[in-house]
C-alpha cells in the first residue's frame, strides 16, 4: 500500500482528523500540503512533522481566492497527486433557530469550499491523467442527527458530489472517494458529547463496537483509498464508525 513519491494536499490539516492523515502521509513518506486558516497552528505542525510537510494559509470558505491558492501550490510543486477535503466547521443549534446567513456559511466552508478546490486541483490531475479526491463526509450524512441542519445539508450535498465526480472524472484516471467518520475521539467531538450526556449515551448505545474511534482509524483509511491498493475503488462512501450506521 506505499505510495511513494507523491504529493498531497490537506484541508484543515493541523488539526483533528485532518492533523491524523497528515501524519499518516508524511509517515510514509508521502509531501503533504497542509492548508488552513491560523498560521501559528501551521507551522507549528510543519516544524513537527519535518521537511515532508508544507502549508499555506488560506480561508477556504473565502472561495474567490481558491484558484490563486491552487495556482499558487501547481507553481511550486511538479503535481498534485492526492486531495483530502477535511476542512470543516460546525453550528450546533435548533433548526427553527438557525439563520440564513448560519446556514450559509456552513455550508459556504463544508461544501461549496470542498467543491472549489476540487475543480481547480482536477484541472492539473486531468493533465496527468492520474488522481485521487477523498472527501470526508460525516454521519449526519447517513441519518438524522438532530440541530446540525446546515451540517447535514453540506455533508448530504458532499457524498452526492463524490459519485458525480467519480461518475465524470473516473473514466480519465482521478478516482473520487468518501469516508463518513463515527464519531471520533476529536476535541470537538468531546466537547460536543461531554455537553450532553444524552448525546453521548445515545452514540455509544447505537455504536456495535461500544466505543469511540480514534483519529487515526480515518487516516488509515484514507491512506487506503488513495493507495494503489485501492485502484478499483472509486465513487464510495466508506463508513468507518464502529457500526454506527446500522447500529440499532
Same mark, same amino acid.
Do not use: W
Given at each position: 500500500?506505499?505510495?511513494?513519491?507523491?504529493?498531497?494536499?490537506?484541508?484543515?490539516?493541523?488539526?483533528?482528523?485532518?492533523?491524523?492523515?497528515?501524519?499518516?502521509?508524511?509517515?510514509?513518506?508521502? *509531501?503533504?500540503?497542509?492548508?488552513?486558516?491560523?498560521?501559528?497552528?501551521? #507551522?507549528?505542525?510543519?516544524?513537527?512533522?519535518?521537511?515532508?510537510?508544507?502549508?499555506?494559509?488560506?480561508?477556504?470558505?473565502?472561495?474567490? #481566492?481558491?484558484?490563486?491558492? @491552487?495556482?499558487?501550490?501547481?507553481?511550486?510543486?511538479?503535481?498534485?497527486?492526492?486531495?483530502? $477535503? $477535511?476542512? /470543516?466547521?460546525?453550528?450546533?443549534?435548533?433548526?427553527?433557530?438557525?439563520? %440564513?446567513?448560519?446556514?450559509?456559511?456552513?455550508?459556504?466552508?463544508?461544501?461549496?469550499?470542498?467543491?472549489?478546490?476540487?475543480?481547480?486541483?482536477?484541472?492539473?490531475?486531468?493533465?496527468? /491523467?492520474?488522481?485521487?479526491?477523498?472527501?470526508?463526509?460525516?454521519? #449526519?450524512? *447517513?441519518? =438524522?442527527?438532530?440541530?446540525?441542519?446546515?451540517?447535514?445539508?453540506?455533508?448530504?450535498?458532499?457524498?452526492?458530489?463524490?459519485?458525480?465526480?467519480? @461518475?465524470?472524472?473516473?473514466?480519465?484516471?482521478?478516482?473520487? $472517494?468518501?469516508?463518513? +467518520? /463515527?464519531?471520533?475521539?476529536?476535541?470537538?467531538?468531546?466537547?460536543?458529547?461531554?455537553?450532553?450526556?444524552?448525546?453521548?449515551?445515545?452514540?455509544?448505545?447505537?455504536? +456495535?463496537? =461500544?466505543?469511540?474511534?480514534?483519529?487515526? %482509524?480515518?487516516?488509515?483509511?484514507?491512506?487506503?483509498?488513495?493507495?494503489?491498493?485501492?485502484?478499483?475503488?472509486?465513487?464510495?462512501?466508506? +463508513?468507518?464508525?464502529?457500526? $454506527?450506521?446500522?447500529?440499532?
Amino acid at each position: 500500500m506505499s505510495i511513494p513519491n507523491k504529493i498531497a494536499i490537506v484541508t484543515g490539516g493541523a488539526s483533528g482528523l485532518g492533523l491524523a492523515i497528515t501524519k499518516k502521509f508524511v509517515q510514509s513518506g508521502i *509531501q503533504t500540503i497542509i492548508i488552513g486558516r491560523n498560521e501559528e497552528n501551521l #507551522a507549528n505542525v510543519a516544524d513537527e512533522l519535518g521537511s515532508l510537510c508544507h502549508y499555506k494559509v488560506c480561508d477556504l470558505s473565502n472561495i474567490t #481566492a481558491v484558484p490563486a491558492l @491552487v495556482a499558487e501550490i501547481t507553481a511550486e510543486y511538479p503535481q498534485i497527486d492526492i486531495l483530502v $477535503n $477535511n476542512a /470543516g466547521i460546525n453550528l450546533k443549534k435548533h433548526f427553527v433557530d438557525v439563520t %440564513d446567513e448560519e446556514f450559509q456559511r456552513i455550508v459556504q466552508t463544508n461544501m461549496n469550499a470542498v467543491f472549489a478546490i476540487s475543480r481547480e486541483v482536477t484541472k492539473g490531475m486531468l493533465a496527468t /491523467g492520474a488522481g485521487c479526491i477523498i472527501n470526508i463526509s460525516s454521519m #449526519a450524512a *447517513q441519518y =438524522g442527527i438532530p440541530y446540525v441542519i446546515a451540517y447535514t445539508a453540506a455533508k448530504t450535498g458532499i457524498e452526492g458530489m463524490t459519485k458525480a465526480m467519480a @461518475v465524470e472524472l473516473s473514466p480519465r484516471g482521478i478516482r473520487v $472517494n468518501c469516508v463518513a +467518520p /463515527g464519531f471520533i475521539k476529536t476535541n470537538m467531538s468531546a466537547k460536543a458529547l461531554d455537553s450532553d450526556p444524552e448525546r453521548k449515551q445515545k452514540v455509544m448505545s447505537r455504536t +456495535p463496537m =461500544g466505543h469511540l474511534g480514534e483519529p487515526a %482509524d480515518i487516516a488509515e483509511a484514507v491512506y487506503f483509498l488513495s493507495s494503489d491498493a485501492a485502484k478499483y475503488i472509486t465513487g464510495v462512501v466508506l +463508513p468507518v464508525d464502529g457500526g $454506527n450506521s446500522i447500529g440499532f
